[in-house]
């Protein structure tokens, strides 16, 4: 189906464990996003990527790593997992960086770090 | 960094009574779009608004975006319960275009 998918839906790890959260998009856009959201904090940006090998820190990327290899994948790893990092985490995509285009959200990965 | 006041955090209103969030920036915006959370559930994009004291409506929903395009208010007439979720605000700009507003939190009782 056409669309956003992040994978997994949820996820439980211990504190030092590598984890990557998954995000895939059909519709070739251009324009990728990792968004965590926390009570308090709204959405914050850890990451984004313009295009392929394209990405670029946003507002808290430290802990983060993401790749962009093909254009409808974009991975997020947590290289050592901390409590602080237990959160959802949504990944987004849209066609342009023109500011007339909404984001199309994923349905989010729940992270529990232990 | 870029301030992005959302006003108020949560309203609780009874079913019916009117709601209104408010979204404030302390620099000029080309644009701003507002998005919907519900409970659960991922953000979902409602609307962009671009000029100076603009006004779009989507049913009882009525996006404004100030004169001087550094705010801009989302307001709901007669509230329903399927209304309930957070509000969110998405500035746009060439430096602000990633950032979001914290969300207000709507809680509707009927």
């Known amino acids: 189906d056409a669309g956003i998918t992040q994978s997994p839906r949820y996820k439980i790890t211990e504190t030092g464990r590598q984890v990557t959260l998954m995000c895939h998009q059909t519709?070739?856009?251009?324009?990728m996003f990792w968004y965590r959201q926390d009570l308090g904090h709204g959405l914050r940006l850890i990451y984004y990527s313009a295009a392929a090998d394209i990405t670029d820190k946003g507002e808290v990327p430290d802990g983060y790593v993401v790749s962009r290899s093909k254009t409808e994948n974009f991975p997020l790893t947590l290289e050592s997992a901390t409590r602080s990092q237990t959160s959802v985490y949504f990944c987004?995509?849209?066609?342009?960086?023109?500011?007339?285009?909404?984001?199309?959200f994923g349905s989010g990965t729940r992270l529990t770090v232990v | 960094g870029q301030q992005v006041m959302q006003i108020p955090q949560y309203q609780h209103v009874q079913e019916g009574e009117d709601f209104t969030t408010y979204c404030n920036s302390s620099t000029t915006l080309s644009n701003i779009q507002w998005y919907k959370q519900r409970p659960g559930g991922h953000p979902v994009f409602l609307i962009q608004?671009?000029?100076?004291?603009e006004v779009k409506k989507q049913k009882r929903l009525t996006f404004q975006f100030g004169e001087a395009k550094k705010n801009s208010s989302l307001h709901i007439t007669a509230t329903q319960t399927t209304d309930v979720g957070t509000y969110f605000c998405r500035l746009g700009g060439a430096t602000n275009k990633l950032i979001f507003g914290t969300g207000t939190l709507l809680a509707v009782q009927p």
């Open positions: 519709w070739s856009h251009s324009y």
């Open positions: 608004l671009v000029k100076s004291g």
């Open positions: 987004a995509s849209s066609e342009s960086d023109r500011d007339f285009d909404g984001y199309t």
